[in-house]
């Protein structure tokens, strides 16, 4: 707590308004007033009357656009869910912050800028963790822990749907403080789970506002962005990465499963971690799923059960026993289309759906197939395979820079543009211009469909795979080969036959003089002269 207290003292010192944007909601706009007026639009230095830093030209109060156009069939619930046209159920009012400033009051600089201006250009690289020293290793296992037990300095969650926020009394919004990675988890929870119909009705399954569908990359891209900046903030580092995981190495190993990194196998329990590891002390949050289905809560800030992993220990399913591999990366980044009608898990030909795994590597959908992201995570049987509480296992954070990275990759080669991002009749949540569930202030998925070092602040370090020769193409080039090293030997018994015969030649000709012509003695004696001349 003290070092928290010197932390906090040392970043406001250094920085007014220093409040990161985030979601679900700034603590200081959920009071009654501030719920009832749909407005959160607060001031970076906290001065009244200055919303959003407007006196400076940091930004302004708006009024916040969502998304209108038609979405999937996949959601037939209209109107019965917080979530849908986010945020507007909360708030209709928000900061829109100018140039590289940001911030849900506009008092922070983009990702990948400093300076008291936010004009000066940081590096900011994640890198593969196993290329990492152990003191890097070391201090990203401690960095992670450390944002497990930090409260979130600026965000609180809401654990109640909107119709009970007030709480009993009608004037006790229900909203309470999570850490800084359990709000990293509580995020992906709130975006998955099941739609409330109401006492006693089945709660609605099929809707899912980060996954099956093409704000997959999107929104999980934001979400480690997220995690990113906040943990930058807690460390004072505004250089810190994130690493990321190479899952796409085959066989049945998992390589980052060791106490010095993610946590070894339990010795005891086959599916448990090492009592070595610090993450054997983590608990999980958003576990308890009936209950929210049951009775319309939400989960909130209270920790349960141990991770569980298992890694390649499901052998009812042998298909998710073994880990991707290189060349089903290779496959994923060859194909040319973002994504296909649907816009769904059964799409096929689609980039978006192969790297979400649930197409083949080579893009055609098969309901029995489960590839790349979803053979990583389903491969870890345990806690990370199961989607509400996957982000509960560190391992995710690693699986999920991959991702990106896999993502930002394939933007770089295809070079897209935004137009083919589907603007309407994708899943609930994930048309072009829907603002991604539950992020503060509102982002598009269009803000996150662009290449990453130009313009999210933050780059890769990859050494991609390069594709396998097919059996043909070996075949041609053997035999292409083979043409080439005859005719190389034929040219240098060729040049040897020509060269004997040179010498052969250069030998023989004292006995062959009479034949050829000679100079006069006229000549010769002219010579001699010239010569002595």
Request: with cysteine; hydrophobic share 35%; aromatic share 10%.
């Amino acid at each position: 707590m003290q070092h928290q207290s010197v932390w906090r003292a040392g970043l406001l010192v250094a920085v007014l308004g220093v409040s990161l944007t985030r979601a679900q909601f700034p603590r200081e706009c959920v009071t009654a007033a501030g719920l009832r007026s749909g407005q959160c639009c607060p001031s970076p230095g906290g001065a009244a009357g200055d919303e959003c830093g407007a006196s400076t030209g940091r930004g302004q109060c708006v009024s916040i656009a969502a998304d209108q156009r038609r979405h999937g069939p996949q959601y037939p619930h209209d109107g019965r869910d917080d979530r849908e046209r986010w945020p507007l159920r909360f708030f209709n009012r928000t900061c829109r912050c100018s140039g590289n400033f940001t911030g849900y009051d506009c008092g922070r600089c983009r990702h990948g800028v400093t300076g008291p201006n936010c004009d000066q250009r940081i590096s900011v690289v994640r890198r593969n963790v196993m290329m990492m020293s152990a003191a890097e290793k070391q201090a990203f296992v401690n960095a992670l822990d450390q944002a497990k037990r930090t409260v979130h300095p600026d965000l609180v969650i809401c654990t109640r749907r909107y119709q009970e926020v007030f709480g009993s009394d009608g004037n006790t919004p229900q909203f309470e403080n999570v850490t800084i990675y359990n709000y990293f988890v509580w995020t992906h929870y709130y975006s998955v789970s099941k739609t409330y119909l109401g006492p006693g009705q089945a709660s609605f399954g099929g809707v899912d506002f980060s996954h099956e569908g093409p704000g997959f990359v999107t929104w999980h891209r934001y979400h480690l962005l997220q995690l990113e900046r906040d943990m930058q903030d807690m460390l004072g580092d505004d250089t810190f990465a994130l690493p990321y995981w190479n899952f796409a190495i085959g066989g049945s190993e998992c390589d980052i499963c060791t106490d010095d990194l993610l946590g070894a196998r339990s010795s005891f329990d086959m599916a448990s971690l090492s009592p070595n590891s610090v993450f054997a002390q983590w608990r999980v949050i958003c576990e308890s799923v009936e209950d929210y289905d049951n009775m319309g809560t939400i989960c909130n800030n209270s920790e349960t059960s141990p991770i569980r992993r298992n890694p390649a220990g499901n052998v009812a399913r042998p298909m998710v026993q073994r880990l991707p591999e290189p060349q089903d990366v290779v496959d994923c980044l060859e194909l040319n289309t973002f994504d296909t009608p649907p816009y769904y898990s059964t799409s096929s030909e689609s980039f978006r759906n192969t790297i979400e795994g649930y197409s083949a590597p080579q893009g055609m959908y098969d309901p029995v197939v489960r590839s790349l992201h979803n053979l990583a995570h389903l491969f870890l049987n345990g806690t990370g395979g199961q989607t509400h509480l996957s982000p509960n296992d560190p391992i995710f954070v690693l699986l999920h820079t991959f991702t990106d990275a896999i993502f930002d990759e394939w933007l770089g080669r295809h070079s897209p543009g935004e137009a083919v991002y589907p603007e309407e009749n994708a899943p609930i949540g994930h048309n072009r211009q829907f603002n991604m569930v539950p992020f503060w202030p509102p982002i598009t998925n269009a803000e996150m469909f662009v290449p990453a070092p130009q313009n999210l602040g933050y780059s890769y370090e990859v050494e991609w795979p390069t594709r396998a020769y097919t059996l043909s193409e070996i075949i041609t080039i053997a035999i292409v080969g083979a043409v080439l090293v005859v005719a190389v030997v034929c040219g240098v018994i060729a040049c040897a036959v020509r060269a004997r015969s040179y010498r052969s030649a250069e030998a023989l000709e004292p006995l062959l003089g009479e034949t050829f012509r000679r100079y006069s003695e006229d000549e010769r004696r002219m010579d001699k002269s010239q010569s002595v001349v």
